[in-house]
């Protein structure tokens, strides 16, 4: 029998592009070389497809492989976009189609589908730097909850993320965030335990299978888990975390009801916070990081589930949804 050729799309344009090498990386070993052949699917920053260290049109990988493991990360790959272009390339491929997709990477509109799943969200608002004036972010340090935590709109990975307790640092938060998007979330800081659950659809017997909860404890000097305590060495993350049986049980749950709200499909990983008046999503990841530091393979180690096994399956679901 012929090997199933997956086509390994990692690199990419956008701002995660080195977490998403990481992935491919850990994709294509993690290929059982008995059932799979590999190809490795550079995407440089421009958007340039290359196979082998020779260009090659994205229909013509297609025509090349029989399905597509989608390790990219951001924009481009996980906001729907290459979604669109492998859909219309009619080619399988890996984790959410298009509209999950940028549903779940516009965090204001994951926010929406949330509340409406009746999980808890931390009180908002939005800063449109097209729209909005100095003394309408002046109006909003006034009367919104401080510290506050403010975002870019559409990004990953906490890129341009920080917390603001004064109005200089909102100001400074607010540049800093419109660097990737020039709309900004600003949300209230929720005090708590910072946990992160992943979910893997139609796995061991159930329908959507909760991986355990990791617990995130930043470094000190840190008020949250932005990109360097993500992928630095500071942050001390355990699996499976100090929550109490409840706790695990509402952090699992809120991690489907979240997958759900959104439409994802095969795995997604949410974040949350768990506090005495619940736990409060904060936002969902369709195509979360697979590094050796990443959160997912932490929680799958500590189930006793191969990389290989959840590689295996993930490129079974994605062929068989065809």
């Not at 189609?97 to 965090?107: E, N, Q």
């Not at 795995?267 to 050796?292: A, H, K, M, W």
Request: proline content about 6%; aromatic content about 8%.
């Amino acid at each position: 029998m012929s090997k199933i050729k997956v086509g390994v799309l990692r690199g990419g344009p956008s701002l995660e592009y080195d977490v998403s090498l990481k992935t491919g990386s850990t994709v294509l070993s993690s290929l059982s070389p008995e059932i799979y052949e590999p190809v490795d699917v550079f995407i440089d920053r421009s958007g340039e497809w290359y196979v082998k260290g020779y260009p090659l049109a994205p229909e013509q990988v297609a025509r090349r492989v029989d399905v597509i493991f989608n390790a990219l990360h951001g924009t481009y790959g996980e906001d729907g976009e290459i979604q669109r272009l492998l859909d219309n390339l009619n080619v399988p491929y890996t984790g959410s189609h298009a509209i999950a997709s940028a549903l779940a990477m516009h965090k204001l509109r994951a926010k929406e589908a949330f509340k409406s799943f009746g999980l808890n969200i931390a009180p908002h608002t939005v800063f449109d730097t097209l729209k909005n004036t100095t003394e309408d972010l002046l109006e909003i340090f006034r009367t919104f909850p401080n510290p506050s935590v403010v975002k870019p709109m559409m990004s990953g990975s906490s890129l341009g993320v920080s917390v603001a307790r004064t109005y200089p640092e909102l100001v400074e938060a607010v540049e800093n965030a419109t660097q990737y998007s020039p709309k900004v979330l600003i949300e209230a800081r929720i005090s708590g335990k910072e946990a992160t659950c992943g979910v893997i659809e139609n796995f061991r017997v159930d329908e959507l299978y909760s991986l355990p909860p990791v617990e995130i404890i930043p470094p000190k000097e840190k008020f949250f888990f932005d990109y360097d305590s993500k992928y630095g060495t500071n942050t001390e993350e355990r699996c499976p975390g100090r929550f109490s049986a409840k706790e695990i049980q509402d952090i699992k749950e809120v991690a489907r009801r979240a997958h759900r709200a959104v439409g994802a499909s095969q795995y997604s990983r949410t974040d949350c916070i768990v506090t005495s008046r619940g736990v409060f999503v904060l936002e969902i990841n369709t195509l979360p990081g697979l590094t050796q530091t990443s959160l997912i393979p932490k929680a799958l180690e500590a189930v006793g589930i191969p990389m290989t096994h959840f590689i295996h399956h993930v490129i079974s679901n994605a062929i068989n949804r065809i």
